[in-house]
Structure formats: C-alpha cells, structure tokens
C-alpha cells in the first residue's frame, strides 16, 4: 500500500480538506521540456524507458528534484494496457503511436485477450515501489491510465488522429463488438489499477483524452458508463481524478461519480467549471500548457488569477493538458514558484 507522506497537500485538497495553499504538479511534468529526461531519451528508445523500472522511477522523479511539486506522477503510458492486451504498439518516430494490426472487425475483438496485469504489466509495479524509494516519503506518488475510449480510439485507428473517424465509424456501425472492446479495455484497466493501489501509488487518474471528440450523447454510451465502472471499482481503495479534454458539457455527471477530483481543460473557466460540477467537488487545471511560453512575470499574474478564479480550497493546480516539450525550463519553474509563494489577501 502506498507509505505515508510528509507533504500531504495534495492529499488533502482530494480529500477537500482545508489547505494553507492548493498543491501544484503539471501534467506531463516527466518529459521532454526538461534536459535531464533528454539525456536518457537519447539512450533509450520510448517503451524501454516505459518497461524498465530503473529509467522508469528516475524519470519520475527529475521534475520533484528540480522544482519540488507537490506530487509525482509515474512515467508510462497509457498504450502499455494495449500492449498488455496483446495488441502490438509501437512508437514511431515523427508519427507517434503505432499499432500495426488495428482492432477492426469483431473477428479481430474475439482475439484480444484481457491479461493477469500483475505478469504481463509487473515492470510498472516494480516502478511504483522503485519510485516511492527514490521519493522517500517527500511527496505523493500518483499513478495512471487512458480511459477505455481513449484506448479504444487508438487501437481501432491504428494511430493518432485529428477526428478518429475509424473509430468512431467502428462504433456505430458494429456497436456490439466495440462495446465488447471497450468491456475488455476497463476489465484491463481496472485490474491494473488496483495492482497500482497495491504496489503504492496514493492516487490514480483517467485520462479520457479524445472524449471530446464526441457528442455528449455518444460520451455517454462510448466512454463515460465505462470511466463509471472504473471509478466505482477503485474508489474504496484510492481517490480517483478524471481528466476529460473537451468534456466539460459532462462535468455535473462526473460531479456524482465518486470520483475524488475533475480535472478541466484550458477551454472552461474556473467559474463555469465550478458550476457545472456543482461546487462541491474539487478541480484540477486548467492552465493553457502554451502559456508557460508566455514571459515569467505574466506567468506569475496568470496563476494567482486562476487561483482566486477557482478558490484555494478543493483545487489542485495544474495545465489543462500535457506541458509541451518547447516550455523553457525557466517558465516552468515559474509556474510552480507562483503557486507556492500564493497567499490570499
């Protein structure tokens, strides 16, 4: 089970506890924009870096060494689950994601197997336990997955897509075999999920990345009542945060799901944010990544704005989506600064 912390921050705001200042960790913040993760990416390829532990736990841990986040989020991603399924990924350069042999026929669902997540993912479980080493008590650790959608989207199109439109046509014109899919995807998930709990992270979140891509109506039968069962299925063991990019017309439902946290995009205020999910809930975002390239001292204003704009309390700071690899060390560092020097008045 996950160990105790000092900084409990992050915690807390989950818990809707009342805090001194609302935490601070940035999606993505185990990437590219930092020279120390360049140096091991120049060393080793994509799911090397994923399946091996030691580079695994390292990475995770550079961005805490350098700016002192309030919590670290484990370095994988979220095609492992695919890979697990015995659905082959690759990661081709200046393409991205890479599946060569795409879901695309009920025949080709029948073949997707759902794993024992402790043999075929153990390289994560032996990553969590290496990091909460490394961490040594100082933050919290939080662990992740993509949402059944998500990875569906990817392994029906065969790749990354401005629109899917594979997978959304996979959908609708053979819904019973996609919906087979996506039941395998969050049977995977969630047992991966609670091997994650077990092997010590304290908090997890989906990441329901191409939800936006479809109508509220098709949200609900094609991604959300999957995201419902994973929730319900972890929420007695760890606070769960679900991140959906574009999904802001479904914020009030995600509100009653049990859910610990939402986090919101950089396309919702704070203030139709929190009326939408109906106040109570805490939120996490929803800085634009593309404004860290914005000078230092705009920065600093932006984010005590954003923070009054949301309120101290049932908040947890972060971009509303992924940092980008062309942020400037310097304005990154500035991003988390400006959250821990805020107090209010």
Not at 31 to 48: A, C, S, V, W
Not at 112 to 137: F, Q, R
Not at 188 to 197: E, F
Not at 304 to 332: C, Q, S
Request: hydrophobic fraction near 45%.
């Amino acid at each position: 089970m996950a160990p105790s912390v000092k900084n409990d921050l992050f915690l807390k705001a989950l818990e809707g506890a009342p805090v001194s200042r609302p935490p601070v960790w940035m999606m993505r913040q185990a990437g590219r924009y930092l020279p120390e993760f360049m140096e091991i990416r120049e060393k080793y390829d994509f799911f090397t870096r994923c399946q091996t532990p030691e580079l695994a736990s390292e990475i995770t841990v550079q961005p805490i060494r350098r700016y002192g986040m309030d919590a670290a989020i484990l370095f994988s991603d979220i095609l492992v689950v695919p890979q697990a399924m015995d659905i082959p990924v690759e990661m081709k350069p200046g393409v991205g994601p890479w599946l060569p042999s795409p879901v695309r026929s009920a025949a080709d669902v029948e073949r997707v197997v759902i794993p024992d997540v402790k043999e075929s993912l153990g390289y994560v479980m032996d990553a969590i336990h290496m990091t909460n080493e490394k961490l040594a008590g100082e933050v919290p650790l939080i662990g992740f997955a993509g949402s059944p959608w998500t990875i569906f989207c990817y392994c029906v199109q065969g790749q990354g897509s401005k629109n899917f439109d594979m997978a959304k046509s996979f959908c609708f014109t053979d819904p019973v075999a996609a919906h087979t899919l996506l039941q395998k995807i969050t049977d995977t998930t969630i047992a991966y999920l609670k091997a994650k709990v077990e092997a010590g992270v304290h908090a997890v979140q989906l990441f329901d990345s191409w939800g936006g891509m479809l109508s509220p109506e098709d949200y609900q039968e094609f991604s959300w009542q999957y995201l419902q069962q994973i929730v319900s299925a972890l929420k007695p063991l760890a606070p769960v945060i679900v991140f959906g990019k574009g999904c802001w017309f479904a914020l009030g439902e995600m509100a009653q799901s049990g859910a610990a946290a939402l986090g919101v995009d950089w396309t919702c205020t704070p203030q139709m944010a929190r009326k939408l999910s109906g106040g109570k809930i805490t939120l996490q975002g929803n800085f634009d990544p593309a404004r860290l390239l914005s000078p230092p001292e705009t920065i600093r204003r932006m984010v005590h704005e954003m923070i009054r704009a949301f309120g101290k309390d049932r908040y947890i700071v972060n971009l509303g989506h992924g940092i980008l690899p062309t942020v400037p060390v310097e304005h990154a560092g500035a991003f988390i600064k400006a959250v821990k020097e805020y107090h209010e008045g």
